[in-house]
């Protein structure tokens, strides 16, 4: 199937610091999904973006939807301990299945 | 509240055993999904049903089987043939004409 490129698998930053993460594919596709999970937890859905430059803000996070429909990036602003966790991208597909990015491990240090 | 519903959060089987995992949603969602997590790698769908009494295979299906009898469930049946079973299995359901899925908290199997 086709693959997702997430980066980085990891980051270990200092509280206040701010993130950038992003997802890219080789084919184009109309939807870019950014989830959160905490460990033993589902992923809960952060940000949906649905047009190609489009920009989309959550509290302190913000994704983009690439001109290019390839890619998409997702930024978090002062961080806090409580933004620990895994951030997944996911891109919509045929049948509406997601692909999912491998995930980017998120450590904040107090 | 309206949710995902997983039962149950951990559950324990011997090697050789069949062992179902509930999945139920009161979203009025038409699809609900399977996908399997493993340490460290993202979600790999295992089975989809896009409506009552249909269902479709995913990337990883062999050795899982699942039924769509109700909207509302989709239960997930890991099988002896599932070769390498011990898994965080996450259900998913979206409503129509989109592409937005939601998660319900997971299933921990672990098989010993």
């Given at each position: 199937g086709q693959q997702l490129n997430q980066s980085p698998q990891s980051m270990f930053i200092q509280e206040g610091e701010d993130v950038s993460m992003n997802c890219t594919s080789s084919s184009i596709f109309n939807t870019w999904l950014w989830y959160k999970?905490?460990?033993?937890?589902?992923?809960?859905?952060?940000?949906?973006?649905?047009?190609?430059?489009?920009?989309?803000s959550n509290g302190r996070l913000t994704a983009q939807f690439g001109i290019t429909r390839k890619d998409s990036f997702l930024n978090i602003s002062a961080s806090i301990p409580s933004d620990v966790g895994i951030y997944f991208c996911a891109r919509g597909g045929s049948n509406y299945k997601l692909t999912f990015g491998k995930g980017t491990l998120l450590t904040v240090n107090p | 509240d309206g949710g995902i519903t997983q039962s149950p959060k951990y559950l324990f089987r011997k090697e050789g055993q069949n062992v179902t995992l509930s999945c139920e949603q009161n979203l009025n969602h038409d699809a609900m999904y399977w996908y399997r997590q493993d340490p460290g790698q993202g979600l790999?769908?295992?089975?989809?049903?896009?409506?009552?009494?249909?269902?479709?295979?995913?990337?990883?299906?062999?050795?899982?089987?699942?039924?769509?009898?109700?909207?509302?469930?989709?239960?997930?049946?890991?099988?002896?043939?599932?070769?390498?079973?011990?898994?965080?299995?996450?259900?998913?359901?979206?409503?129509?004409?989109?592409?937005?899925?939601?998660?319900?908290?997971?299933?921990r199997l672990t098989v010993l």
């Amino acid at each position: 199937g086709q693959q997702l490129n997430q980066s980085p698998q990891s980051m270990f930053i200092q509280e206040g610091e701010d993130v950038s993460m992003n997802c890219t594919s080789s084919s184009i596709f109309n939807t870019w999904l950014w989830y959160k999970q905490e460990p033993g937890e589902g992923p809960v859905l952060l940000i949906a973006l649905y047009k190609a430059g489009e920009l989309t803000s959550n509290g302190r996070l913000t994704a983009q939807f690439g001109i290019t429909r390839k890619d998409s990036f997702l930024n978090i602003s002062a961080s806090i301990p409580s933004d620990v966790g895994i951030y997944f991208c996911a891109r919509g597909g045929s049948n509406y299945k997601l692909t999912f990015g491998k995930g980017t491990l998120l450590t904040v240090n107090p | 509240d309206g949710g995902i519903t997983q039962s149950p959060k951990y559950l324990f089987r011997k090697e050789g055993q069949n062992v179902t995992l509930s999945c139920e949603q009161n979203l009025n969602h038409d699809a609900m999904y399977w996908y399997r997590q493993d340490p460290g790698q993202g979600l790999r769908l295992i089975y989809y049903s896009q409506i009552v009494n249909d269902f479709q295979k995913g990337d990883i299906a062999e050795g899982y089987s699942v039924s769509r009898e109700k909207k509302e469930s989709f239960p997930l049946t890991v099988t002896s043939a599932q070769k390498n079973p011990t898994a965080f299995y996450l259900c998913a359901s979206t409503g129509s004409s989109t592409d937005t899925q939601y998660f319900g908290p997971g299933t921990r199997l672990t098989v010993l």
